[in-house]
């Protein structure tokens, strides 16, 4: 038997989800263990830029209501509208919460509201229901995901949260009757598998945006809770829906956060010309992130695209002046300086549609509860496993998320899920029986990249993988791409059975690392390609050419992929808020 | 393409050998690229390489390394440039685990030393706790670090002391708390810090300044604690 930790719960990531919720159970005197498979400052959290949006008021006047409109449309109707109201009604208190924590927010300067948060427009915000646009993203300069992640780990630091850093995570445990009991991890440093048990498990293990070629993302997000869950015999909600951030540095991928259109940037094409207005004449550059990446591939398309290839278009941040610049994007224009080799307050940064968000996910209810169709209804809970943050679908956002919503899903989620597992550990007070099996599975995982075997590498079934997605399921989809990229994709499974990698350490071996990583990713794609192909409409996100109009007669509901067979099955969207009348879906436009 | 020559620092605990700078050479196009570009391909041609990375963008403090001589994060230093071979080794002073991967708990352990959380007893209010933009502006400078270690372990007085000396990031780190108008321990930390060892191992070299990847200046955040405790003291 391998050797063995108990706690009351283990949360598995160290991002903004996991540690919100540690610290909801760490203050309430739970036993309480974060596994992150790097230390939790590197998470992917850290790289958040803009802001968290809520309807604070502090700049115009503003209504957790009319922020619940625009996620609600900015989802093009595919949201949760309960788990949306719980969120936007809850997002004033989670920033002040944050701010109670010592998060290092940007101050208003004069007026009535001086020494309050700064807040700036972003993105498919609005007052009054579609009217004039909100300032509603609360922001610490362009850092805002160092400040929060940096934040939540010191109030874990004070609260005494156990950590277990540069812990990878490999199984679920799961007893016959459906309970999940902990998980199998591996300690990175020594090579040796711990069995870490739990009456209560939190995923919060982020996105799996590296199933792409070209991403926003840190190289970590590989989608290591949602390999989990598959192989744990869960499904994974509305794989389909992937946000493309419209400005991301073409090939390396870097973000240039939606607070640089925010603080007045825009977007040109190759003639100069400011083209959002033909696209989203209200909103214009502040259009929903689909609708401005789907207006960039268009401009591309049309040959007005910038550069020698025309590959891209030009983001124009040079009339807002050095000291705007320096005081409100540092950060941005330390990332245009070193990867796109532009300084912003001169010239305009090239950018182009790159994979940002993963807006599905493993489903779970508004307490974070992981729900899946076991034997009575589309939603019933997994006794025992909760997911929170990137990882998860509860859902907020739909078929779109809208800027600054990330990461107020991590803070409000991170809290429901930890406040529910308090619930839960009080309710079931005793450890149940650990099952053989679930180790066992676990264990060979790992045993399997000790053999030697054939002549296929990971870095290039990883690389194929992500050029397939790239290529089969980009900004517009089609049936006979898809198609085609699922046969590629099927090769590409096969040849795993064949890999094997060289490094035969205990210690640190970054190698299986690596390996054990594309075991995730490669699931995520093909639930990814499979629910793409299935849904024949456009909606947020998802644009397909022989499906040009959203469907909702037809596909106003969730897609649910189960890794056996490649199922796919469906749930209704919960359209029906707590306490507030539904916004009826209607034609979307900005 | 051209050929890009590298040095790279190679130790395995379990070999019992000895570590050794190993020479490698590599077709990579160092236009744009990055160190970390190089330590990727090399990667893909020797898998039992081993350093830490993640969000590759010089914001998440992973890939802290020696690179010819100087701390730097490997992911926003440009290969173009440097003196070849590029000479690789992990930062310096703290146990090497593997390779380029170093043992931070001492790091760490400092870092959490001087309470790196806010500290303030009165009751929580509806809102926010107000803070205007000019006090707010005395912590930039102060709250971006991302604890990457370059600073730390390019200080000499850390070299000497690292059981007892602080060290530049967590004493950056100690000055942003203290810094913050909305913390009521400054006090309490400054008692913590007024120790010979702690703070006043700062000679004032400067080498974490030169090195920091973020542009930040510890050294001014010492002189500063140091100009609170003789302000105190009088």
């Given at each position: 038997m391998i050797p063995k930790r108990t706690f009351d719960a283990v949360i598995v990531g160290g991002g903004g989800a996991g540690l919100r919720a540690a610290l909801q159970l760490a203050r309430a005197d739970l036993k309480v263990a974060v596994l992150s498979k790097v230390f939790p400052t590197r998470s992917h959290t850290v790289s958040a830029q803009g802001g968290i949006t809520a309807a604070l008021g502090n700049v115009t006047e503003d209504h957790w209501h009319w922020h619940m409109y625009d996620t609600v449309k900015g989802s093009d109707y595919l949201g949760d509208q309960d788990a949306i109201e719980l969120m936007c009604r809850n997002a004033a208190s989670a920033v002040y919460e944050l701010e109670h924590m010592g998060l290092p927010f940007s101050r208003l300067e004069g007026g009535r509201n001086a020494g309050r948060i700064y807040q700036r427009p972003f993105g498919g915000q609005s007052q009054r229901y579609g009217g004039e646009q909100a300032v509603r993203t609360c922001a610490a300069a362009d850092r805002t995901g160092h400040a929060l992640l940096h934040t939540l780990y010191q109030r874990n630091i004070a609260a005494r949260t156990q950590f277990f850093d540069e812990f990878f995570a490999l199984d679920l445990v799961r007893d016959a009757e459906g309970y999940i009991l902990g998980v199998v991890a591996l300690e990175i440093e020594t090579g040796e598998a711990w069995l870490i048990e739990a009456r209560a498990t939190l995923l919060a293990t982020g996105g799996a945006a590296r199933v792409f070629r070209h991403s926003t993302n840190a190289l970590i997000n590989t989608g290591d809770g949602l390999g989990m869950a598959l192989r744990a015999g869960l499904p994974l909600e509305d794989m389909e829906f992937w946000q493309f951030h419209p400005t991301g540095i073409p090939e390396v991928g870097c973000l240039m956060t939606e607070a640089c259109r925010g603080e007045g940037g825009y977007l040109v094409n190759r003639q100069g010309e400011r083209f959002m207005p033909r696209y989203?004449?209200?909103?214009?550059?502040?259009?929903s992130r689909d609708v401005v990446s789907r207006a960039i591939a268009e401009e591309i398309e049309a040959g007005r695209g910038c550069g020698e290839h025309g590959d891209h278009v030009c983001l124009k941040l040079d009339h807002l002046g050095a000291a705007l610049i320096q005081e409100r994007l540092p950060g941005i224009r330390d990332l245009s300086i070193r990867f796109a080799g532009v300084d912003p307050v001169h010239e305009a940064i090239p950018v182009t549609p790159t994979v940002h968000y993963m807006m599905g996910g493993i489903p779970t209810n508004l307490h974070g509860q992981v729900v899946a169709p076991v034997r009575y209804g589309p939603e019933e809970p997994v006794p025992g496993l909760y997911a929170a943050g990137e990882c998860a679908c509860v859902s907020v956002h739909g078929a779109n998320r809208l800027g600054g919503n990330s990461l107020l899903d991590l803070v409000v989620f991170g809290r429901a899920a930890g406040e529910h597992m308090i619930e839960y550990l009080r309710e079931n007070r005793y450890p149940r029986a650990l099952p053989r099996s679930g180790v066992e599975r676990a264990l060979e995982r790992l045993a399997r990249w000790d053999r030697p075997g054939g002549d296929e590498r990971v870095p290039r079934l990883r690389e194929d993988m992500q050029r397939i997605l790239q290529r089969h399921c980009g900004v517009y989809r089609r049936e006979d791409l898809l198609e085609e990229g699922i046969g590629k994709l099927d090769a590409v499974g096969a040849r795993l059975a064949d890999a094997a990698i060289e490094d035969r350490g205990r210690l640190f071996n970054t190698a299986r690392l690596e390996a054990l990583e594309l075991e995730n990713l490669l699931p995520v794609a093909r639930a990814t390609l499979v629910c793409a192909l299935a849904r024949a409409e456009s909606r947020g996100a998802h644009a397909r050419e022989d499906y040009p109009a959203r469907d909702d007669d037809h596909w106003l509901r969730h897609s649910l992929y189960f890794l056996a067979g490649d199922q796919l099955d469906y749930k209704p969207v919960r359209l029906k808020p707590l306490t507030v009348e539904p916004f009826q879906p209607k034609e979307r436009s900005y | 393409m051209a050929r890009l020559r590298l040095r790279i620092y190679r130790y395995d605990p379990e070999s019992g050998a000895a570590p050794v700078m190993r020479d490698y050479e590599l077709e990579i196009d160092p236009r744009g690229r990055m160190v970390l570009d190089a330590l990727l391909a090399l990667k893909e041609l020797d898998d039992s390489l081993a350093f830490r990375r993640s969000c590759r963008e010089g914001v998440c403090g992973s890939d802290g390394m020696n690179i010819n001589g100087v701390n730097a994060l490997a992911c926003v230093t440009?290969?173009?440039?440097?003196?070849?071979?590029i000479e690789i080794r992990p930062l310096p002073r703290l146990p090497v685990v593997r390779d380029l991967i170093v043992d931070m708990s001492q790091f760490f352990q400092h870092y959490r030393a001087v309470k790196p959380y806010l500290i303030n007893l009165d009751p929580e209010p509806e809102n926010e706790r107000p803070q205007s933009a000019a006090e707010r502006a005395e912590l930039d400078g102060l709250w971006e670090c991302i604890l990457c270690g370059c600073c730390t372990t390019a200080c000499p007085s850390f070299w000497w002391n690292p059981d007892r000396f602080l060290g530049p990031a967590a004493l950056l780190q100690a000055c942003r708390f203290i810094t913050d108008s909305r913390d009521q321990a400054t006090d309490e930390r400054l008692d913590y810090l007024e120790d010979r060892y702690r703070l006043?191992?700062?000679?004032?070299?400067?080498n974490c300044v030169e090195v920091c990847p973020k542009g930040l200046n510890p050294t001014a955040a010492i002189g500063k604690i140091k100009k609170l405790l003789v302000k105190r003291a009088l």
């Open positions: 989203a004449p209200h909103a214009q550059d502040l259009a | 440009p290969l173009e440039g440097l003196r070849q071979p006043f191992r700062c000679h004032g070299i400067m």
